[in-house]
């Protein structure tokens, strides 16, 4: 049984570009949430999706950052126009219902030029 | 909302046993985890406590007091292997979502 996959794993961007993070659960799970780590600092939650559903964006920048969960195809976190303070590792996690335990993807390191 | 305190880092002898201690305020509580993370990789699933008591998993065990708003992760017979940062999280009420809250970390070394 795959892990939850996140690709690319490394995404470097110049100011002002478009990041496309792209999360796909654990088979079996529906709840997908998206967390920003910055060094030496915490997880930081951003976003919880269910299938076509935005469930609680609490913790997502209201510009710039969105964020999607088709019927079909992984879970997309979206940056415009980015800016260096962007640069991060960026995590999504799944789990099987909610509240339940979620589970890690390997992350993706953006790297704003 | 919800405050998570943890030791910034921690070193240990390899064979030894050392606790990690989290405390933490919250407004609700739906159980408590605790997560490894080796530099560089994603977080891995150690332990979730919802209920007072020691729970026991192979080297790792995990306390938890409600009242004391208060957790700790033992680790025993400690290896190289185990110098990582242990992530606590909370998961109390967040727009009734019931997200996880996490520590900061605690950066754990561990030498021969």
């Known amino acids: 049984n795959a892990g939850v996959m996140q690709n690319p794993r490394h995404l470097v961007r110049r100011r002002g570009q478009e990041a496309r993070l792209r999360c796909s659960p654990m088979?079996?799970?529906?709840?997908v949430y998206w967390y920003r780590q910055l060094p030496e600092e915490g997880l930081k939650f951003m976003v919880y999706?269910?299938?076509?559903?935005?469930?609680?964006e609490s913790g997502m920048p209201k510009e710039r950052f969105s964020a999607e969960f088709p019927k079909e195809g992984p879970s997309i976190l979206r940056i415009q126009q980015v800016v260096r303070g962007d640069s991060a590792a960026y995590f999504c996690?799944?789990?099987?219902?909610?509240?339940?335990?979620?589970?890690f993807g390997p992350g993706t390191r953006l790297t704003v030029l | 909302g919800q405050n998570i305190d943890q030791p910034t880092e921690m070193t240990a002898t390899e064979g030894a046993i050392v606790q990690i201690n989290c405390t933490y305020q919250t407004s609700g509580f739906n159980g408590l985890f605790w997560y490894q993370q080796h530099a560089g990789e994603a977080p891995t699933f150690l332990s979730y406590n919802v209920l007072d008591g020691l729970e026991e998993k192979g080297r790792f065990s995990s306390f938890l007091s409600r009242s004391k708003g208060y957790s700790y992760l033992l680790l025993k017979e400690l290896q190289m292997k185990d110098s990582a940062s242990y992530l606590c999280a909370v998961r109390g009420a967040s727009g009734g979502s019931y997200i996880p809250t996490f520590g900061r970390g605690t950066s754990l070394i561990v030498h021969p």
């Open positions: 999706l269910q299938k076509e559903n935005i469930i609680d």
């Open positions: 088979k079996g799970h529906s709840h």
């Open positions: 996690a799944s789990s099987p219902e909610s509240p339940d335990t979620q589970y």
